[in-house]
């Protein structure tokens, strides 16, 4: 597939993804929502692909869902059309861990597109925030969930119910972003993360996502019964054998993914 709106590339074990809007400081329409869609889509397929970044530019990760493309939506269109949603049931269950690259804006769909990755490095220039409401709307793809149970019902309740944005070092205060580093590194500190995520057992890695992942949707009891179901099998692969072997013979491991 011919690209518009985004670069995929890879690099080694990493599928890197570029949001490439920067006249519209890399608003998410349509075209960019089937482009992440199709992207994503292919590293899951490649099994080359161990772990994925999904960048934007210094200046904007992503400035949120077009606002001019959706202005002359109705209801029905944006229920029927699916418009956004897809994407982030697509990227919220990604079996892969994606490593989100963020410097500069990240706001409204911007923001919940973030929120689905697993490990989120910032630039010290970032700003993520909420502002749907200003515009007369509300988050749509997550944010109201995604952002409370991240930074609790008062903050989120101040960013979604006023719009105002936060910089990285609160956002690293809150828990809703992994690290922080100078404007310079944001990607290469990414790149760096999604390369030691794809050094460990794949297997292993999508056991972990996965039952991290279900700590937001389950009770307790349920989750750690879940987690040790995940555990018990990972004694099933050959990354285990491998892991356990080579920490014996004091060598590193190398893992296939079976
Ligand atoms: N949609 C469409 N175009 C956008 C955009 C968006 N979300 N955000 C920025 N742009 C465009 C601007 O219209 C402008 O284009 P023109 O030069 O053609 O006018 C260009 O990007 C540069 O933007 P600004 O001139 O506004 O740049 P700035 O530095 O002065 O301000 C900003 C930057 C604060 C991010 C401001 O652009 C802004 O507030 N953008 C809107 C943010 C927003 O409301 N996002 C939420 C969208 S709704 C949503 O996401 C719903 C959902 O939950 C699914």
């Known amino acids: 597939m011919d690209y518009g709106t985004?670069?995929?590339?890879?690099?080694?074990?990493?599928?890197?993804?570029?949001?490439?809007?920067?006249?519209?400081?890399?608003?998410?329409?349509?075209?960019?929502?089937?482009?992440?869609?199709?992207?994503?889509?292919?590293?899951?397929?490649?099994?080359?692909?161990?772990?994925v970044v999904i960048a934007g530019s210094e200046r904007a990760f992503s400035a949120g869902?077009?606002?001019?493309?959706?202005?002359?939506?109705?209801?029905?269109?944006?229920?029927?059309?699916?418009?956004?949603?897809?994407?982030?049931?697509?990227?919220g269950r990604f079996p892969k861990p994606i490593?989100?690259?963020?410097?500069?804006?990240?706001?409204?769909?911007?923001?919940?597109?973030?929120?689905?990755?697993?490990?989120?490095?910032?630039?010290?220039?970032?700003?993520?925030?909420?502002p749907e409401i200003d515009i007369g709307v509300?988050?749509?793809?997550?944010?109201?969930?995604?952002?409370?149970?991240?930074?609790?019902?008062?903050?989120?309740?101040?960013?979604?119910?006023?719009?105002?944005?936060?910089?990285?070092?609160?956002?690293?205060t809150l828990g809703l972003v992994s690290r922080v580093v100078p404007k310079e590194a944001f990607l290469s500190e990414a790149k760096k993360v999604?390369?030691?995520?794809?050094?460990?057992s794949p297997v292993a890695v999508r056991q972990a996502k996965m039952a991290v992942n279900k700590a937001l949707e389950m009770g307790l009891a349920d989750g750690l019964d879940f987690e040790r179901e995940l555990f018990y099998l990972l004694f099933a692969s050959e990354d285990k054998t491998e892991g356990m072997k080579a920490f014996m013979e004091k060598r590193k491991p190398e893992f296939s993914g079976r």
Not at 151 to 172: C, D, F, P, S
């Open 6 to 51: 985004i670069a995929r590339t890879t690099e080694g074990p990493i599928g890197i993804i570029t949001l490439n809007r920067p006249e519209a400081l890399n608003a998410l329409n349509t075209q960019m929502v089937k482009e992440l869609i199709s992207a994503l889509t292919s590293f899951e397929a490649d099994d080359s692909v161990r772990c």
């Open 65 to 91: 869902a077009d606002i001019k493309e959706m202005a002359e939506m109705t209801a029905v269109q944006m229920a029927m059309t699916g418009h956004f949603f897809p994407l982030w049931d697509k990227v």
């Open 99 to 130: 490593v989100g690259a963020l410097s500069g804006f990240v706001l409204g769909g911007g923001l919940e597109l973030a929120m689905s990755c697993d490990v989120l490095v910032a630039s010290e220039t970032t700003q993520l925030g909420q």
């Open 138 to 172: 509300m988050p749509g793809g997550g944010g109201t969930q995604r952002l409370t149970r991240t930074v609790g019902k008062y903050k989120a309740m101040e960013m979604i119910l006023t719009g105002r944005r936060i910089g990285a070092e609160e956002a690293k």
């Open 194 to 200: 999604a390369s030691e995520i794809a050094s460990k």
